[in-house]
C-alpha cells in the first residue's frame, strides 16, 4: 500500500480556508480517492472537547502557554487516532488547520517561543508533514468581515480579537510561506470560490495518476 497524501489548508479567520477543504474532498471523492477530511482543533472526540475550550470566548483566563500546550495535546490526539491510520492505509487526508497555525497564531501572534513550539511540533506529529499546504490570503478586515457575517452564535475567542493580532497571524503566514516555498501555494483569497477551486486542482494534479488528473472543474 502506497503511503496517502497529506494536503493542509491555512489562513487568517474567514479566509475561506473550510470551504476550499470541504470542496476538494467532494472533487476527490468524484474521482473515487479515500480520502479523511478533518481539521484542528477538534479532529477527534478528545479534541473537540479541547476545541471547546479553546474556542469559547469566555475563557478570557487562558493563558497563552496554556492554550499552546492545549493545541499541542490536540495534535498528538489527532496525529495518532486520525491522520497517521490514515496515510499508512494510502488514504488522503485533507486537513482544515495543522502545525503551521500554532507556529503563526501562537507563536508569531501570542509571542510564545519559537523553539518550544517546533519542539512540540516535531514531538506530537513523528516528523509527519504535509506534502502540500494552501494558504488562503486576503487582507484582515476582508476576512473578518466574511467571519463576522457567517456567524450565528457570535465571535470565538480568536475572532474577537484585537485588529494588531490578526494582522500579526496575517504576517506570520506569509513570512512562513516564503521560507517553505516548496511546500506552501500562496492563493489569492478574494478570487471567486471556483477561481481558487480551479488554482488549488492545477497543483494538486502531480500528485495524481495521468488518468484520475482532475481538470478544472473538479471532475475526471
Partial sequence: MNQGIFITFEGIEGCGKSTQAKRLGKSLGRMGIPRVM?????????GRKMRQVLLDSRNKALTPLAELML???????????IIKPALRSGKWVVCDRFLDATVVYQGAARGQDGKLIRLLNDVVTGGIRPHLTFLLDCPVEVGLRRA????????????????????KVRKGYLDLA????????I????????EIEAEIIRHLNRFLRPKTCLNKQGMQ
Avoid: C, W
Avoid at 517553505?180 to 501555494?185: E, G, I, P, S
Fill in 38 to 46: 478533518t481539521l484542528e482543533p477538534g479532529g477527534t472526540a478528545i
Fill in 71 to 81: 493545541y499541542a495535546a490536540d495534535r498528538a490526539q489527532h496525529v495518532e487516532e
Fill in 148 to 167: 463576522l457575517g457567517r456567524n450565528m452564535k457570535g465571535q470565538d475567542r480568536f475572532e474577537k480579537e484585537a485588529l494588531s493580532f490578526h494582522h
Fill in 178 to 185: 516564503r521560507k517553505n516555498q516548496k511546500r506552501f501555494v
Fill in 187 to 194: 492563493l489569492d483569497a478574494t478570487a471567486s470560490r471556483k
